[in-house]
């Protein structure tokens, strides 16, 4: 059985920072992903990682600070989250891509975790 399990979110001030975990079991896949969730809005996409080559998107609102990586000796994707400020603010969600190609679209996600919030104060 395929499991995502977040871990890192938490409370800071902004212009903080915090790192956030996402360990995977049961099976591998093509891309790993981060989304997003504000109370009243949309889950949106954050930025995914090709789990083979590494190559990685990002949303524009989160390009330059945000960076995702992966361990593939740990079985684990990890957003580092720099210069945070409150618009961050959020239920974050790691999500697996069978398909390799990119798509910021939740829907192109099978497998996702329970999330972990995010709560950035100003």
């Known amino acids: 059985q395929v499991q995502l399990v977040e871990s890192g979110g938490g409370l800071v001030q902004a212009g903080g920072s915090l790192r956030l975990s996402c360990a995977v079991s049961g099976r591998t896949y093509s891309r790993m992903g981060w989304f997003r969730q504000a109370p009243g809005k949309e889950r949106e996409f954050v930025a995914a990682i090709s789990w083979s080559i590494g190559s990685t998107h990002y949303a524009d609102s989160v390009k330059g600070r945000f960076t995702i990586s992966r361990d593939k000796a740990k079985n684990s994707v990890y957003l580092q989250m720099n210069s945070l400020k409150p618009e961050d603010t959020a239920v974050y969600y790691c999500?697996?891509?069978?398909?390799?190609?990119?798509?910021?679209?939740?829907?192109?996600?099978?497998?996702w975790g329970q999330g972990t919030q995010v709560t950035v104060s100003s």
């Open positions: 999500a697996a891509r069978i398909n390799a190609y990119h798509t910021d679209s939740a829907t192109g996600y099978s497998s």
